[in-house]
Nanobody, 122 residues
Framework: QVQLAESGGGLVPAGGSLRLSCAYS????????MGWYRQAPGMQRELVAN???????NYANSAKGRFTISRDNAKRTLYLQMDSLKPEDTASYFC????????????????WGQGTLVTVSS
């Protein structure tokens, strides 16, 4: 069973930076794309950025130019570098991975972490 564990959240003033990490563990045959999502109180969960296995990246418009997603497969860790943070970035941030099942029918299934809270003060 694959587990994702986020870390690096906290309280930061507007204009500051944070680096989120997502360590994954367990029996893994293959991980396809991975991503960061966020959910503010009363809002739907939304994509922040994702990265494919060949390191093609995709960003939400709100994250472009400020956030950088990266992955280190050797360390089994996904990162999100967040710069120039704004109060509207305040949310719980969740790590997601599309993981291949270890038995037939070998589907790609989404796995989620528990989230880490980011609070940006004005």
């Amino acid at each position: 069973q694959v587990q994702l564990a986020e870390s690096g959240g906290g309280l930061v003033p507007a204009g500051g930076s944070l680096r989120l990490s997502c360590a994954y563990s367990g029996s893994i045959l293959f991980i396809n794309s991975m991503g960061w999502y966020r959910q503010a109180p009363g809002m739907q969960r939304e994509l922040v950025a994702n990265i494919t296995r060949d390191e093609t990246t995709n960003y939400a418009n709100s994250a472009k130019g400020r956030f950088t997603i990266s992955r280190d497969n050797a360390k089994r860790t996904l990162y999100l570098q967040m710069d120039s943070l704004k109060p509207e970035d305040t949310a719980s941030y969740f790590c997601n991975a599309d993981v291949l099942e270890t038995r037939p029918p070998y589907r790609l299934l989404p796995v989620w972490g528990q989230g880490t809270l980011v609070t940006v003060s004005s």
